[in-house]
Protein backbone atom coordinates (compact mmCIF):
# COMPACT_ATOMS: atom_id res chain seq x y z
CA UNK A 1 0.00 0.00 0.00
CA UNK A 2 1.38 3.47 -0.70
CA UNK A 3 -0.16 6.50 1.05
CA UNK A 4 2.05 8.93 0.42
CA UNK A 5 1.42 12.37 -1.06
CA UNK A 6 -0.71 11.62 -3.88
CA UNK A 7 -2.00 13.95 -6.83
CA UNK A 8 -5.54 14.27 -6.69
CA UNK A 9 -8.27 15.42 -9.83
CA UNK A 10 -7.73 18.89 -9.26
CA UNK A 11 -10.68 19.64 -11.66
CA UNK A 12 -13.73 17.44 -9.70
CA UNK A 13 -13.22 19.27 -6.32
CA UNK A 14 -12.65 22.69 -4.73
CA UNK A 15 -10.49 22.03 -1.83
CA UNK A 16 -10.32 25.72 -1.27
CA UNK A 17 -14.17 24.73 -0.61
CA UNK A 18 -16.98 26.40 -1.78
CA UNK A 19 -18.93 27.79 0.88
CA UNK A 20 -17.72 28.76 4.17
CA UNK A 21 -20.02 27.14 6.98
CA UNK A 22 -20.35 29.82 9.92
CA UNK A 23 -21.71 27.44 12.57
CA UNK A 24 -18.84 25.68 12.96
CA UNK A 25 -20.34 23.68 15.86
CA UNK A 26 -19.78 19.83 16.21
CA UNK A 27 -21.39 17.21 19.07
CA UNK A 28 -18.36 16.82 20.91
CA UNK A 29 -18.99 12.85 21.01
CA UNK A 30 -17.71 12.97 24.49
CA UNK A 31 -18.73 13.94 28.04
CA UNK A 32 -17.55 16.68 30.50
CA UNK A 33 -14.35 15.68 32.49
CA UNK A 34 -16.04 13.82 35.72
CA UNK A 35 -19.87 13.30 34.34
CA UNK A 36 -21.70 10.31 32.65
CA UNK A 37 -21.33 10.27 28.95
CA UNK A 38 -25.41 11.93 28.65
CA UNK A 39 -23.56 15.07 29.58
CA UNK A 40 -21.67 15.61 26.05
CA UNK A 41 -20.97 19.04 24.91
CA UNK A 42 -21.04 20.95 21.95
CA UNK A 43 -17.40 21.83 20.50
CA UNK A 44 -15.99 24.19 17.51
CA UNK A 45 -14.35 22.07 14.83
CA UNK A 46 -11.86 24.37 14.48
CA UNK A 47 -10.39 23.75 17.71
CA UNK A 48 -9.51 20.07 17.02
CA UNK A 49 -6.56 21.75 14.84
CA UNK A 50 -4.23 23.06 18.03
CA UNK A 51 -0.85 24.85 16.46
CA UNK A 52 1.59 26.47 17.16
CA UNK A 53 0.22 28.35 20.37
CA UNK A 54 0.64 25.05 22.15
CA UNK A 55 3.88 24.29 23.70
CA UNK A 56 2.70 20.11 23.39
CA UNK A 57 2.59 20.51 19.82
CA UNK A 58 5.88 23.07 19.62
CA UNK A 59 7.84 20.47 21.54
CA UNK A 60 7.41 17.54 19.29
CA UNK A 61 8.63 19.93 16.73
CA UNK A 62 11.65 21.19 18.25
CA UNK A 63 12.00 17.73 20.22
CA UNK A 64 10.96 14.66 18.54
CA UNK A 65 10.85 15.60 14.50
CA UNK A 66 14.15 16.74 14.99
CA UNK A 67 15.36 13.46 16.62
CA UNK A 68 13.22 11.96 14.08
CA UNK A 69 14.81 13.62 10.90
CA UNK A 70 18.51 14.85 11.94
CA UNK A 71 19.37 10.94 10.73
CA UNK A 72 17.36 10.29 7.61
CA UNK A 73 18.55 13.13 5.56
CA UNK A 74 21.55 15.00 5.22
CA UNK A 75 21.02 18.31 6.38
CA UNK A 76 17.43 17.07 7.57
CA UNK A 77 16.95 19.47 9.89
CA UNK A 78 18.57 22.22 8.58
CA UNK A 79 16.15 22.04 5.35
CA UNK A 80 13.06 21.44 7.91
CA UNK A 81 13.46 24.78 9.42
CA UNK A 82 14.72 26.70 6.23
CA UNK A 83 12.51 28.41 3.82
CA UNK A 84 14.27 27.83 1.00
CA UNK A 85 12.77 26.11 -2.65
CA UNK A 86 10.69 22.77 -1.48
CA UNK A 87 11.41 23.20 2.29
CA UNK A 88 8.09 23.62 3.03
CA UNK A 89 6.65 20.08 0.69
CA UNK A 90 9.52 18.60 2.78
CA UNK A 91 7.99 19.21 6.22
CA UNK A 92 4.60 18.22 4.60
CA UNK A 93 6.24 14.41 4.17
CA UNK A 94 8.53 14.85 7.10
CA UNK A 95 5.48 14.94 9.57
CA UNK A 96 3.41 12.57 7.34
CA UNK A 97 6.37 9.85 8.10
CA UNK A 98 6.77 10.73 11.54
CA UNK A 99 3.24 9.89 12.41
CA UNK A 100 3.10 6.61 9.90
CA UNK A 101 5.88 5.65 12.46
CA UNK A 102 5.51 7.17 15.44
CA UNK A 103 1.49 7.02 15.61
CA UNK A 104 -0.33 3.42 15.12
CA UNK A 105 -3.81 2.85 13.93
CA UNK A 106 -6.48 1.67 15.91
CA UNK A 107 -9.56 1.01 14.72
CA UNK A 108 -12.15 2.27 17.33
CA UNK A 109 -16.02 1.35 18.32
CA UNK A 110 -18.71 3.86 16.58
CA UNK A 111 -19.27 6.79 18.34
CA UNK A 112 -15.64 7.16 19.53
CA UNK A 113 -14.85 11.26 20.17
CA UNK A 114 -12.13 12.44 18.31
CA UNK A 115 -8.98 13.67 20.34
CA UNK A 116 -7.21 16.09 20.18
CA UNK A 117 -3.45 16.27 18.53
CA UNK A 118 -2.02 16.22 22.21
CA UNK A 119 -3.92 13.08 23.56
CA UNK A 120 -2.80 11.50 20.01
CA UNK A 121 0.75 12.45 20.95
CA UNK A 122 0.13 11.02 24.42
CA UNK A 123 -1.53 7.97 23.46
CA UNK A 124 0.47 7.37 20.41
CA UNK A 125 -2.07 5.57 18.58
CA UNK A 126 -5.47 6.94 16.68
CA UNK A 127 -8.02 6.20 14.08
CA UNK A 128 -7.96 7.81 10.59
CA UNK A 129 -9.58 11.03 11.92
CA UNK A 130 -7.18 11.74 15.18
CA UNK A 131 -4.00 10.75 12.59
CA UNK A 132 -5.33 13.56 10.34
CA UNK A 133 -6.09 16.27 12.91
CA UNK A 134 -2.71 15.68 14.34
CA UNK A 135 -0.94 15.64 10.48
CA UNK A 136 -2.71 18.88 10.49
CA UNK A 137 -1.60 20.58 13.50
CA UNK A 138 1.93 19.77 12.79
CA UNK A 139 2.02 21.04 9.65
CA UNK A 140 0.42 24.59 10.47
CA UNK A 141 3.10 24.53 13.47
CA UNK A 142 5.98 23.49 11.11
CA UNK A 143 5.24 27.44 9.29
CA UNK A 144 3.23 25.78 6.56
CA UNK A 145 0.33 28.42 6.14
CA UNK A 146 -2.88 27.41 7.15
CA UNK A 147 -4.57 28.32 3.58
CA UNK A 148 -2.38 25.43 2.40
CA UNK A 149 -3.74 23.22 4.94
CA UNK A 150 -7.39 20.98 4.64
CA UNK A 151 -8.61 18.09 7.05
CA UNK A 152 -11.39 16.55 4.50
CA UNK A 153 -14.54 14.93 6.01
CA UNK A 154 -16.14 12.74 3.16
CA UNK A 155 -15.59 9.27 1.98
CA UNK A 156 -13.22 7.13 -0.20
CA UNK A 157 -14.72 5.61 -2.45
CA UNK A 158 -13.75 2.39 -4.79
CA UNK A 159 -15.25 0.40 -8.23
CA UNK A 160 -14.78 -2.67 -9.01
CA UNK A 161 -14.00 -4.52 -12.08
CA UNK A 162 -18.04 -5.51 -12.23
CA UNK A 163 -18.87 -1.99 -11.53
CA UNK A 164 -19.99 -2.11 -7.93
CA UNK A 165 -18.94 0.55 -5.53
CA UNK A 166 -17.67 0.01 -1.69
CA UNK A 167 -17.70 3.35 0.18
CA UNK A 168 -16.83 4.30 3.60
CA UNK A 169 -16.34 7.55 5.91
CA UNK A 170 -12.95 8.67 6.03
CA UNK A 171 -10.68 11.72 7.29
CA UNK A 172 -8.08 12.70 5.83
CA UNK A 173 -5.07 16.00 5.10
CA UNK A 174 -5.21 18.03 1.74
CA UNK A 175 -2.21 20.07 1.28
CA UNK A 176 -1.39 22.58 -1.32
CA UNK A 177 2.48 22.69 -2.39
CA UNK A 178 4.77 24.96 -3.06
CA UNK A 179 4.07 24.90 -7.11
CA UNK A 180 -0.28 25.17 -6.14
CA UNK A 181 -1.12 21.48 -6.29
CA UNK A 182 -3.38 20.08 -3.93
CA UNK A 183 -2.33 16.68 -2.55
CA UNK A 184 -3.26 14.01 -0.19
CA UNK A 185 -1.57 13.66 2.69
CA UNK A 186 -2.18 10.15 4.29
CA UNK A 187 -0.01 8.41 7.09
CA UNK A 188 0.83 4.51 6.28
CA UNK A 189 0.42 1.92 8.20
CA UNK A 190 4.15 0.03 9.57
CA UNK A 191 4.21 -3.67 9.91
CA UNK A 192 3.48 -3.82 13.52
CA UNK A 193 -0.41 -2.17 12.88
CA UNK A 194 -1.07 -4.14 10.16
CA UNK A 195 -5.06 -4.83 10.64
CA UNK A 196 -6.74 -8.18 11.91
CA UNK A 197 -10.20 -7.18 10.37
CA UNK A 198 -10.87 -6.38 6.75
CA UNK A 199 -12.24 -2.45 7.24
CA UNK A 200 -15.26 -2.95 4.67
CA UNK A 201 -17.34 -6.41 4.12
CA UNK A 202 -16.53 -8.22 0.70
CA UNK A 203 -16.38 -11.20 -1.31
CA UNK A 204 -13.27 -13.08 -2.28
CA UNK A 205 -14.70 -12.01 -6.04
CA UNK A 206 -13.78 -8.11 -4.95
CA UNK A 207 -11.06 -6.50 -7.40
CA UNK A 208 -10.86 -3.27 -6.52
CA UNK A 209 -10.23 -1.47 -9.74
CA UNK A 210 -10.04 2.37 -8.94
CA UNK A 211 -10.51 4.43 -5.56
CA UNK A 212 -11.26 8.41 -5.09
CA UNK A 213 -11.59 10.59 -2.23
CA UNK A 214 -14.62 12.17 -2.32
CA UNK A 215 -14.75 15.22 0.00
CA UNK A 216 -18.23 16.92 1.56
CA UNK A 217 -16.50 19.66 4.39
CA UNK A 218 -13.02 20.84 4.35
CA UNK A 219 -11.58 22.82 7.27
CA UNK A 220 -8.39 24.77 8.49
CA UNK A 221 -7.87 26.31 11.78
CA UNK A 222 -9.43 29.51 10.22
CA UNK A 223 -12.54 28.13 8.83
CA UNK A 224 -15.19 25.39 7.60
CA UNK A 225 -16.04 25.11 4.44
CA UNK A 226 -18.71 23.00 2.23
CA UNK A 227 -17.91 21.39 -0.75
CA UNK A 228 -20.37 21.46 -3.50
CA UNK A 229 -21.41 18.32 -5.62
CA UNK A 230 -22.67 18.09 -8.88
CA UNK A 231 -26.48 16.39 -7.28
CA UNK A 232 -26.40 19.12 -4.36
CA UNK A 233 -25.02 22.99 -4.51
CA UNK A 234 -26.91 24.18 -2.13
CA UNK A 235 -25.12 26.28 0.25
CA UNK A 236 -25.13 24.45 4.39
CA UNK A 237 -25.60 26.46 7.32
CA UNK A 238 -23.95 23.94 9.39
CA UNK A 239 -21.81 21.09 9.90
CA UNK A 240 -24.42 18.31 10.56
CA UNK A 241 -21.41 15.92 11.67
CA UNK A 242 -21.75 12.21 12.46
CA UNK A 243 -20.75 10.98 15.95
CA UNK A 244 -17.67 9.46 14.10
CA UNK A 245 -16.00 9.50 10.47
CA UNK A 246 -13.54 6.95 11.28
CA UNK A 247 -14.89 3.67 9.16
CA UNK A 248 -12.05 3.47 6.79
CA UNK A 249 -8.66 1.94 7.82
CA UNK A 250 -5.88 2.94 5.99
CA UNK A 251 -5.06 -0.89 4.37
CA UNK A 252 -8.92 -0.22 2.50
CA UNK A 253 -6.92 1.87 0.34
CA UNK A 254 -4.13 -1.01 -0.16
CA UNK A 255 -6.50 -2.86 -1.71
CA UNK A 256 -5.96 -1.54 -5.45
CA UNK A 257 -2.26 -1.35 -5.12
CA UNK A 258 -2.16 -5.09 -3.56
CA UNK A 259 -5.09 -6.39 -6.26
CA UNK A 260 -2.62 -5.15 -9.50
CA UNK A 261 0.88 -6.66 -7.95
CA UNK A 262 -1.04 -10.10 -7.24
CA UNK A 263 -2.81 -10.35 -11.26
CA UNK A 264 0.45 -9.14 -12.34
CA UNK A 265 2.61 -11.37 -9.93
CA UNK A 266 0.53 -14.17 -10.13
CA UNK A 267 1.31 -17.72 -10.01
CA UNK A 268 0.82 -18.56 -13.91
CA UNK A 269 2.51 -15.19 -14.37
CA UNK A 270 5.84 -14.65 -12.37
CA UNK A 271 8.11 -17.35 -12.21
CA UNK A 272 7.76 -19.55 -8.73
CA UNK A 273 11.69 -18.23 -7.48
CA UNK A 274 11.03 -14.71 -7.84
CA UNK A 275 7.55 -14.84 -6.27
CA UNK A 276 9.27 -17.24 -3.07
CA UNK A 277 11.55 -14.58 -2.64
CA UNK A 278 8.83 -11.54 -3.23
CA UNK A 279 6.55 -13.27 -0.21
CA UNK A 280 9.80 -13.77 2.06
CA UNK A 281 10.94 -10.12 2.19
CA UNK A 282 6.88 -9.23 2.46
CA UNK A 283 6.50 -7.57 -0.80
CA UNK A 284 3.26 -7.99 -1.75
CA UNK A 285 0.74 -7.14 1.14
CA UNK A 286 -1.39 -3.87 1.12
CA UNK A 287 1.84 -2.28 3.31
CA UNK A 288 5.72 -3.38 2.50
CA UNK A 289 9.17 -2.21 3.35
CA UNK A 290 8.81 0.31 0.58
CA UNK A 291 6.17 2.31 2.04
CA UNK A 292 8.47 2.26 4.67
CA UNK A 293 11.28 3.24 3.21
CA UNK A 294 12.60 6.77 3.46
CA UNK A 295 10.42 8.53 1.02
CA UNK A 296 11.30 9.09 -2.41
CA UNK A 297 8.39 10.36 -4.97
CA UNK A 298 10.08 8.70 -7.70
CA UNK A 299 9.21 5.15 -6.08
CA UNK A 300 5.88 5.72 -5.99
CA UNK A 301 4.89 7.99 -9.10
CA UNK A 302 4.09 10.86 -7.01
CA UNK A 303 3.94 14.78 -6.92
CA UNK A 304 3.67 14.45 -11.01
CA UNK A 305 6.58 12.85 -11.70
CA UNK A 306 5.47 10.35 -14.38
CA UNK A 307 8.53 10.55 -17.17
CA UNK A 308 11.21 10.47 -14.08
CA UNK A 309 9.24 7.78 -12.61
CA UNK A 310 9.52 5.58 -15.68
CA UNK A 311 13.09 6.49 -15.85
CA UNK A 312 13.41 5.20 -12.03
CA UNK A 313 11.27 1.73 -13.29
CA UNK A 314 13.81 1.18 -16.02
CA UNK A 315 17.13 1.56 -13.90
CA UNK A 316 15.26 -0.66 -11.42
CA UNK A 317 14.52 -3.34 -13.89
CA UNK A 318 18.15 -2.89 -15.05
CA UNK A 319 19.54 -3.42 -11.77
CA UNK A 320 17.41 -6.92 -11.21
CA UNK A 321 18.86 -7.76 -14.80
CA UNK A 322 22.01 -7.32 -14.09
CA UNK A 323 22.42 -8.44 -10.00
CA UNK A 324 19.90 -11.19 -10.99
CA UNK A 325 18.29 -13.43 -7.94
CA UNK A 326 20.56 -11.99 -5.00
CA UNK A 327 18.84 -9.45 -2.29
CA UNK A 328 19.56 -6.34 -4.42
CA UNK A 329 18.28 -7.92 -7.27
CA UNK A 330 15.03 -8.95 -5.95
CA UNK A 331 14.65 -5.32 -4.13
CA UNK A 332 15.27 -3.60 -7.25
CA UNK A 333 12.51 -5.67 -8.66
CA UNK A 334 10.14 -5.58 -5.89
CA UNK A 335 10.80 -1.53 -6.39
CA UNK A 336 10.02 -1.38 -10.06
CA UNK A 337 6.94 -3.49 -9.83
CA UNK A 338 5.62 -1.50 -6.39
CA UNK A 339 6.18 1.75 -8.49
CA UNK A 340 4.55 0.53 -11.46
CA UNK A 341 1.19 -0.67 -9.28
CA UNK A 342 1.58 2.52 -7.75
CA UNK A 343 1.24 4.31 -11.04
CA UNK A 344 -2.39 2.34 -11.88
CA UNK A 345 -3.01 2.65 -8.64
CA UNK A 346 -3.08 6.29 -7.68
CA UNK A 347 -6.26 8.59 -7.77
CA UNK A 348 -4.09 10.79 -9.94
CA UNK A 349 -4.10 8.28 -12.75
CA UNK A 350 -7.18 5.75 -11.71
CA UNK A 351 -9.66 8.80 -12.26
CA UNK A 352 -8.32 9.16 -16.15
CA UNK A 353 -7.72 5.91 -17.30
CA UNK A 354 -10.62 6.02 -18.92
CA UNK A 355 -11.90 9.27 -19.36
CA UNK A 356 -11.62 11.27 -22.31
CA UNK A 357 -11.75 15.00 -19.75
CA UNK A 358 -8.19 16.88 -20.16
CA UNK A 359 -6.35 17.01 -16.51
CA UNK A 360 -4.13 19.23 -15.27
CA UNK A 361 -0.54 18.04 -16.54
Not at 167 to 191: A, F, N, Q
Not at 200 to 218: H, I, K, T
Request: net charge neutral; glycine share 6%; aromatic share 12%.
Amino acid sequence: MCLKAVATRSARWNWDGDFIVHKCIVPSSRPVVGFARGHQYDIDVREFLITSRNEVIRRTLDEKIREFVKDRVIGGWEKFQSRDEGSFDFRANVIKDFVSRRISYEPTQKQDPWQFPDETLAVKNGDCEDRALLIASLMIASGISSYNVRVALGRMKFVDRTGHTLTGDHVWVMYKTEVGRWLVIEPTVSKKDRLKHAPVRSNSNYEPLAGEYVPYFVFNDQHLWQVFHESNRKPCTELKLRKTWSEIDPSFAGRVHKSILEEALSPSVCPADIRRQLIKFDYLGYVDPIDLAPYDPLDHFDNGLIAEGWERVANRLKAFHDEGMTKAGIESFAFAAHAIADFYAHTSFVHFSKSSIPCDP
